[in-house]
């Protein structure tokens, strides 16, 4: 049945019709809550270890810098090779490593320049999974109207994890240690796995002579940035990633040392990030058509910038719980949007490089980030940094603004095209 024919509730959650992706969206689920509950045990063994600002940037950046070298080479490959198989492989690497990371936490040998190799291993993992398992999307699909509700879908299980991960962790790091989050962290991945080999997915046509790797690269690049609606869009992603997103590194400095709170504290402040971002997940869900999604990332930017704004004037736990909705509601509309937006205007063909390139600009800039707002933090102090953040975060959603009619014209045909009204 047409989407435009389904009743709210039924339209909301639509792309769940199809068997291979309520696979998905069950073992994905699961693993998602093991894997939130693992930053944020993470992000405080580091700060509880150091007690240094700086060392919580740098092990951001070690753990995301893989990203900004790897994923367009990732990206060629979900174009060439088999996405199943890859996505088996990739989940199966990540799994061991947490595992390793648990061992060596409950065992007492655990160190700062440890969690820094552990997390440039898991970078490298990540680098390959994020490409490969955004354009897998589409291959679970049998309808491809439904890709924007499956988009929007799995950013809400992204920040529904969100939500319960940082609680459940904050709980396990106060009477179990930050070991126990690793170890459930790496019991998840078996959901994920065994949802993969469960899924009947028909094979991809694959060309037997393609280019080779490093001309489909560059194939890839000039397309990506010579079309103008794409690279506006992944250059607003990249701003807010480097100069927004690292807020997260910060957290643990907020929660103990601004609000004068514990683990609870930092766990209940990402949740509330969480809450704000499945709201703006669901809202996108809801959505009929990816029409209009222009000024939806424009104002989505904007609101990100200044929940970070306000959130780094707050003194009070309860004021910042709510700005922290804020933030995650603007933050994930302005992602999800963006991904929706650049999956469906992309050609088939190019869609797993556009989407490398996505994943350089969303998480391969944040290590940048990190390491930025760790220096600026020992230099201008926490609250500041997240001010000068949420400021270029809310100009870059302006600038954007400004120069949607353009885009408007240049994106209309491909619309038309699509039958996208």
Same mark, same amino acid.
């Given at each position: 049945?047409?989407?435009?024919k389904l009743?709210g ?5 639509r792309?769940?019709?199809?068997r291979?992706y309520?696979?998905?969206?069950l ?7 093991g ?5 944020i ?5 580091v ?9 919580l940037?740098?092990v ?5 810098i893989?990203t900004?070298l790897?994923a ?8 060439r ?11 199966s ?5 947490a595992?390793?990371l648990?061992?060596l936490?409950l065992?007492?040998t655990?160190?700062v ?6 997390g ?16 897998f999307?589409l291959?679970m699909?049998?309808?491809?109207e ?7 879908l799995n950013s ?8 319960l991960g ?5 709980? =396990? +790091?106060a009477? #179990?240690g930050?070991g126990?989050?690793f170890?459930?962290?790496? %019991?998840s991945?078996?959901?994920?796995i *065994? /949802? ?16 080779n790797l ?10 990506t940035?010579?079309?103008?609606p794409?690279r ?6 990249a701003l ?20 004068h ?11 509330a990030?969480g809450?704000?971002a =499945? +709201?703006?997940? #669901? ?6 058509t990816v029409?209009g %999604?222009?000024p939806?990332i424009?104002? *989505? /930017? ?5 929940g ?9 736990p ?7 909705v804020?933030t995650?509601f603007?933050?994930?509309?302005q992602m ?12 088939d ?10 994943t350089?600009?969303?998480?391969g800039m944040?290590?940048?980030g990190s ?5 600026l933090?020992?230099?201008l ?5 997240v001010?000068l953040?949420?400021?270029?975060c809310a100009?870059?959603g302006?600038i954007?603004a400004v120069?949607?009619p ?10 038309e095209?699509?039958?996208?009204g």
């Amino acid at each position: 049945m047409p989407s435009d024919k389904l009743n709210g509730v039924t339209r909301t959650f639509r792309a769940l019709r199809h068997r291979n992706y309520r696979l998905f969206f069950l073992g994905q689920g699961i693993s998602l809550v093991g894997t939130w509950m693992q930053l944020i045990a993470l992000n405080w063994l580091v700060y509880r270890l150091s007690n240094s600002v700086f060392l919580l940037g740098v092990v951001g950046f070690a753990s995301r810098i893989p990203t900004f070298l790897l994923a367009p080479f990732a990206g060629v490959l979900a174009d060439r090779w088999n996405r199943h198989r890859l996505l088996i492989l990739i989940q199966s690497l990540a799994m061991a490593q947490a595992f390793v990371l648990s061992f060596l936490v409950l065992s007492g040998t655990i160190t700062v320049w440890l969690i820094i190799v552990l997390g440039l291993f898991l970078g490298c993992v990540n680098s390959f999974d994020i490409p490969v398992r955004q354009t897998f999307v589409l291959d679970m699909l049998e309808n491809k109207e439904d890709l924007g509700n499956a988009i929007a879908l799995n950013s809400s299980l992204v920040n529904g994890a969100r939500l319960l991960g940082p609680s459940v962790a904050g709980i =396990l +790091i106060a009477t #179990m240690g930050e070991g126990m989050c690793f170890f459930i962290n790496g %019991l998840s991945y078996i959901a994920v796995i *065994a /949802a993969l080999f469960a899924m009947r997915i028909v094979p991809r046509q694959l060309a037997k002579d393609q280019p080779n790797l490093v001309q489909n690269l560059k194939e890839g690049f000039s397309y990506t940035f010579g079309f103008t609606p794409i690279r506006d869009i992944l250059l607003l992603l990249a701003l807010v990633s480097l100069m927004g997103m690292p807020y997260v590194t910060l957290m643990p400095v907020f929660a103990r040392d601004i609000l004068h709170g514990d683990s609870h504290t930092f766990g209940f402040l990402m949740g509330a990030t969480g809450i704000g971002a =499945l +709201i703006g997940a #669901m809202y996108l869900a809801a959505r009929k058509t990816v029409a209009g %999604l222009g000024p939806v990332i424009a104002i *989505a /930017a904007g609101v990100f910038g200044t929940g970070l704004v306000a959130f780094s004037f707050s003194r009070l736990p309860w004021l910042s719980l709510i700005l922290m909705v804020l933030t995650g509601f603007g933050m994930m509309v302005q992602m999800a949007a963006s991904n929706t937006f650049l999956q469906t205007v992309a050609d088939d063909e190019k869609r797993g490089r556009v989407m490398s390139f996505y994943t350089v600009a969303f998480m391969g800039m944040t290590p940048f980030g990190s390491l930025l707002s760790g220096w600026l933090a020992s230099w201008l102090g926490v609250q500041n940094t997240v001010f000068l953040s949420g400021m270029f975060c809310a100009i870059g959603g302006l600038i954007f603004a400004v120069r949607l009619p353009g885009l408007h014209e240049k994106v209309r045909p491909i619309y038309e095209e699509k039958g996208i009204g």
